[in-house]
């Protein structure tokens, strides 16, 4: 992939979410094309800018992550959470590759946001995820402030701060992944 004009931010948000229901219950050829929209296209977009950026010294990177890509394992999101698990990684990672060049990379870690998400994800009941519901406009705007300051990670709000704390304390994995499935289970 080759890109034209001068990039200078390039945000990877557009994502989708097959979420509550496990891998064998999935229709064909949905894995591929989530993969392909949540990693191919934001690891080849940063690719095509990236080089250019770096060649005029300035330039910011915002991949939307997710809680998700923290929660290991995530109950009945494989494929989603390891797609976001893969935005944390290559966006730490590409952070560090980047000191000293003049271009940053940051990544936004939303837990629940009041989107179109959920729908789009099938999942129609989402009042077990409210209490951790945040509006959009907070989450975009602290991704936003992360990204101008050349943060490498924002994760917004309280409560998803506590869930990226509480993974470190973990105490099984089959809790981990029953307590987050619970959330999504369909
Ligand atoms: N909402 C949450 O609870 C939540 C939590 C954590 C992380 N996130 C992340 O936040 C980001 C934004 O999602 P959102 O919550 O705003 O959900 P959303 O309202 O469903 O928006 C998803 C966006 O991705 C685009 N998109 C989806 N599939 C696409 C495809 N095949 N090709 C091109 N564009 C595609 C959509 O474009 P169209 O409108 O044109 O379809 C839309 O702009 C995503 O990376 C998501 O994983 C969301």
Redesign the pocket.
């Known amino acids: 992939m080759t890109v034209e004009a001068p990039i200078d931010y390039l945000v990877n ?5 097959i979420v509550g229901i496990p891998l064998q219950q999935y229709a064909q050829g949905d894995l591929s ?1 989530m993969v392909q ?2 990693v191919t296209a934001l690891a080849e977009l940063t690719e095509a800018c990236v080089r250019d950026m770096v060649a005029r010294g300035s330039g910011r990177i915002l991949n ?5 890509g923290y929660v290991v394992p995530h109950g009945v999101e494989c494929g989603y959470a390891a797609s ?1 698990a893969f935005v944390v990684s290559f966006s730490e990672c590409l952070a560090q590759d980047l000191r000293g060049t003049g271009v940053t990379c940051t990544h936004l ?5 009041r ?4 729908d ?1 994800a099938g999942l129609t009941d989402t009042r077990r995820l409210e209490p951790m519901m945040m509006d ?1 406009a907070p989450v975009a705007r602290a991704g936003y402030e992360a990204m101008m300051a050349g943060k490498p990670a924002c994760i917004p709000g309280v409560a998803n701060k506590l869930m990226r704390a509480m993974m470190r304390f973990a105490p099984s994995r089959r809790f981990t992944a029953l307590a987050s499935g619970m959330a999504v289970r369909r």
């Open positions: 948000n557009a994502a989708f979410g094309r929209v949540n939307v992550s997710s809680i998700s976001k870690a939303p837990g629940p946001t989107t179109e998400f959920f789009t959009a």
